[in-house]
């Protein structure tokens, strides 16, 4: 009965790897790049190779992140996102891109923020990226770096301005900018934050750094790296294993690179079995953290002591995600990735964590913005929702059966990554996957170029991202694509778990470690 199961269990891993080698491989291969993303923040995909389901449609897949308007001009706005910035002069019925002295990577001109400021009669506009500041010289029509050694290369996630001083904020601090200077420059600012340690974090997060190592460091995460190429290797040599014995019997060649079979036949069982424990500790914490495996643990959490990264221990700031100058009282509001700090706009004390009580999902808040009525608005991929200041009531800003709500389709969950504002009244929100969202029966929604549809370059990282999560064969399963990720991780675990059966039967059998081959 055990030969009979070894039999069968030697066809399963055969055949399930052959069916899925193609897979394995693009799963070590991205698992890898972007665990990375400097290494290849540099490299483009042209737009003929980005599939059409990833192509921007009315501003959507966070296209538009920020939105500015001029107090000046009423009809000039400029719009930031993952396509650079762009400028309106007509109410945002036609745009032009302001690219130039802009990066010209997907991954650099990808932005987060804008700030529109007048100093001593000059018009500046600041835009924060992933390669770090730049300004606009409205005379001269082209952008310049801002640079300093702890913001080069650097993610800007957002610039608020207090008492008319540009504030700039980094994921770990902040930086003043000196305007009076041709050429500003940054100073760092005294940002302090009561991080105290938390007994809980979500399980997803816990689940996500064991994925990608990054719960033990860098050491972790390039032992991460190491079984990402450990996968790479176990799909090219499955291949020549069963390519090598095909090659011989079907063309009837008499040598077939023996010591080459015997190399690869040897190397494929040493690093299969060495790394099939962790392997499947990474395919299941992959399968996890996405849905469906997710939604069970969305609102768990795990004790902090499980999974010991700084942002957590007390030791370094938590990620910050946005920031708000409110200026009647004179604070500051960050939205960072364990809550909301709020603290003194002169950075005298330390910012505390301040309890919201609003849902926001555990990628992070991508809006924060102040409305009129002291009210703040807050946006995740969570939903948009409405805070005022003063009675502390919160409400969804999104209702099913609100008329004023033109042209949107209620979902199980909005994704809101971004806001138009005009003199404290929300004028549109966006939608990662609709797009722009008009809310009130008179608003216009912007209109995006068509010049743009024909420059949808996606950076590699984004790329490989969305194969690693299975969302790159969105235009070939549509609604089902969701099963990519289950799917390929049960018959990763199939192919893991009849491996490992198959050697230890051999090895309790005392068979031979390859076949002889002459």
Known sequence: MKRSFYKISKKIHKYVGLICLFWFLLMGVSGVLINHPALIRGISIPTPFVPTGFHYKNWNR?????????????????????????????????????????????????????????????????????????????????????????????????????????????????????????????????????TRPLQTVPMVIGMLRIHDGSILGLPGKLFVDVLGVGLIFLTISAIWLWYLPWRRKRLYKRTMDAYLYRWMHKYHLKLGIYTSLFLLVLTLTGMII????????????????????????????????????????????????????????DFSKPFTLTPMGIPVSGMGVNVLESLSGDQILVGSFNGLYIKNLISGAVTDAIKENNPTMLNFKKRRKNRAVGAGIKKGELLFWVDYRQGIIPVGLEAKSITMPKAQNFNNQMSLWHFMRAVHTGQIFKDLLGRYTWLVIPAGGMFLLISLLSGGYDWLYRQKKELRPFPIIS
Request: aromatic share 12%.
């Open 62 to 194: 966070m296209a538009i992140k920020e939105v500015v308007y001029s107090k000046k001009r009423a009809n000039t706005l400029f719009v930031a996102g993952r396509m650079g910035v762009w400028q309106s002069n007509d109410g945002g019925r036609t745009f032009s891109p302001m690219d130039t002295g802009y990066p010209l990577s997907a991954f650099d001109r990808d932005t987060n923020c804008l700030l529109l400021t007048r100093h001593n009669g000059k018009k500046t506009l600041y835009a924060g990226n992933r390669s770090g500041l730049f300004f606009w010289n409205f005379r001269t029509r082209q952008w310049t770096q801002i640079t300093h050694k702890d913001v080069n290369n650097m993610g800007i996630k957002d610039i608020v301005l207090i008492h008319g001083t540009p504030v700039v904020f980094t994921s770990r601090g902040c930086f003043g900018i000196d305007p009076s200077n041709q050429d500003p420059t940054l100073s760092p600012m005294p940002l302090k934050l009561d």
């Open 290 to 345: 996405r849905p469906p495996f997710r939604h069970p643990i969305d609102n768990k959490t795990i004790p902090s002591t499980w999974v010991k990264f700084d942002e957590f221990s007390g030791n370094q700031y938590p990620e910050i995600r946005r920031a708000l100058y409110l200026e009647k009282d004179n604070c500051l509001l960050l939205a960072t990735k364990v809550g909301f700090f709020m603290g003194a706009a």
